[in-house]
Antibody, heavy 127, light 113 residues
Framework: QITLKESGPTLVKPTQTLTLTCTFSGFSLSTSGMGVGWIRQPPGKALEWLALIYWDDDKRYSPSLKSRLTITKDTSKNQVVLTMTNIDPVDTATYYCTHRGIRVLYSSSWDGPFDYWGQGILVTVSS | DIVMTQSPDSLAVSLGERTTINCKSS????????????LAWYQQKAGQPPKLLIY???TRESGVPDRFSGSGSGTDFTLTISSLQAEDVAVYYCQQYYSTPLTFGGGTKVEIK
């Protein structure tokens, strides 16, 4: 059973750095094909993908936020950390940690969608 | 970036009626190596995280009721709820996972008429 849980501050001041931790269980991020992503959702708005880290430490970022984001993993702790610098009130959102698994087809493994999500953490940016 | 456009933004449907949500991608999301469209549908109920319903445009995730179905190919996709139930009230999102940046549609809110 795969579970993910986000943790971190719920109130951050503008210009500060936000650090969020995703602690997961039920899979290993050292297993070929596995990935963990971060997605956010401002109140009442749509989902926005932020970053993704794969089992082989391949990292992908949203181009619009790439200069502000860093994603890392600690396989031994089953954790993924997302850091966002120079926080602004527009960054107020619920931040979700997600599992990107694989799907098997024709005896081969292929990138899958986000099949497991954490409950999310609401981060408010305000002075 | 692949832009995902959903329509309508919202709709109100009577219980038991058929519901159709459309999603259009600005580029094809068909992966030639396996002939699959990398298009997923999610359901998000109020106060909850999104839940995966459909992947590869038409494959139902395990445990998802069969009244949910996905169709389409190339750049045009559809999510259909064959007979709307009260528990289907939610916002529905499409997403392409063909290439990064991974992108979502703006969402379609489904309510009961």
């Amino acid at each position: 059973q795969i579970t993910l849980k986000e943790s971190g501050p719920t109130l951050v001041k503008p210009t500060q750095t936000l650090t969020l931790t995703c602690t997961f269980s039920g899979f290993s991020l050292s297993t070929s094909g596995m990935g963990v992503g971060w997605i956010r959702q401002p109140p009442g708005k749509a989902l926005e993908w932020l970053a993704l880290i794969y089992w082989d430490d391949d990292k992908r970022y949203s181009p619009s936020l790439k200069s502000r984001l860093t994603i890392t993993k600690d396989t031994s702790k089953n954790q993924v950390v997302l850091t966002m610098t120079n926080i602004d009130p527009v960054d107020t959102a619920t931040y979700y940690c997600t599992h990107r698994g694989i799907r098997v087809l024709y005896s081969s493994s292929w990138d899958g969608p986000f099949d497991y999500w954490g409950q999310g953490i609401l981060v408010t940016v305000s002075s | 970036d692949i832009v995902m456009t959903q329509s309508p933004d919202s709709l109100a449907v009577s219980l038991g009626e058929r519901t159709t949500i459309n999603c259009k991608s600005s580029q094809r999301v068909l992966y030639s190596s396996n002939n699959k469209n990398y298009l997923a549908w999610y359901q998000q109920k109020a106060g909850q995280p999104p839940k995966l319903l459909i992947y590869w445009a038409s494959t139902r995730e395990s445990g998802v009721p069969d009244r949910f179905s996905g169709s389409g190919s190339g750049t045009d996709f559809t999510l259909t709820i064959s007979s709307l139930q009260a528990e289907d009230v939610a916002v529905y999102y499409c997403q392409q996972y063909y290439s990064t940046p991974l992108t979502f549609g703006g969402g379609t809110k489904v309510e009961i008429k």
